[in-house]
């Protein structure tokens, strides 16, 4: 069985050597000794989302609060490269968490949320605060769920004209568009520098934001036959790149 893998703070982690004690406490410690029920013995994972990772076994357990841990290997997850940025449009609903679970599970490092033309969702006021907290919070679940070491980072809500200086700045660019001549399976992946993948809302593109983004330097590309959802697209597109690149073999060192 796999271990379970429990949130420690980075300093924790950096400060920890093999045969040292950490203590999961908080929210993580009580999940670990009231939900999952964690006793002496069991073996665990302990990770920072910074890319620190410990492994290691409960050598005790202090009642509903918290569970205390001795490391018994380290690693250091270096950071990625190239770096995957996903530029995800607002979806409407719920659906922009589930982009952004899907978005950490396939392994991207950052997510920009971007304010396109034709989104049904827009951010305004208190909502800004509000959806940034809420896809942040996504992003540490499900960034724990599918056991990263890192997590990515959720940016601040980005305006077109934004997104379209991101993007002149980037190693490469790739704006999703169904009517692209470009299929995403051609692309060559830099291997290091910020590699952007720009996500549409369901109301499409806009030919402004099109011709703005390509003319910045991104390429238009298409998935295949048919039409993605804003929320399920990214996923997609980010498998396709990586599976291309030198990412999925990349292993943490020992240290």
């Known amino acids: 069985m796999t271990p379970p893998v429990f949130v420690v703070p980075q300093a924790d982690l950096v400060e920890a050597s093999v045969g040292t004690v950490v203590r999961v406490d908080g929210p993580e410690g009580r999940h ?58 607002l979806p409407k609903g719920d659906r922009g968490e589930l982009a952004v679970e ?65 993007v002149r700045g980037a190693a490469r660019a790739l704006v999703l568009h169904e009517s692209a001549a470009a299929a995403i399976g051609d692309v060559v992946v830099p291997s290091a520098g910020e590699v952007l993948i720009i996500i549409g809302p369901e109301g499409g593109l806009s030919a402004t934001e099109l011709e703005q983004l390509t003319a910045a330097g991104a390429v238009a590309v298409r998935m295949g036959p048919t039409v993605l959802r804003t929320s399920s697209a990214g996923i997609a597109a980010v498998a396709a790149l990586l599976s291309s690149s030198d990412r999925w073999s990349t292993r943490m060192v020992e240290g």
């Open 32 to 89: 670990a000794a009231t939900v999952r029920r964690i006793s002496a013995g069991e073996r665990v994972t302990l990770v920072d989302g910074h890319g620190h990772r410990a492994d290691g076994t409960v050598s005790s357990v202090s009642g509903k609060r918290a569970v205390d841990v001795t490391v018994e290997t380290l690693a250091l997850e270096p950071p990625p490269e190239p770096r995957i940025i996903a530029v995800q449009a």
């Open 102 to 166: 899907l978005l950490t599970e396939v392994g991207v490092d950052a997510i920009v949320p971007w304010s396109a033309e034709h989104c049904v969702t827009q951010w305004k006021g208190e909502r800004v605060e509000r959806g940034h907290r809420r896809w942040a919070d996504a992003a540490h679940a499900a960034g724990k769920q599918a056991r990263r070491s890192r997590f990515p980072e959720v940016e601040a809500l980005a305006s077109t004209a934004q997104v379209v200086d991101r």
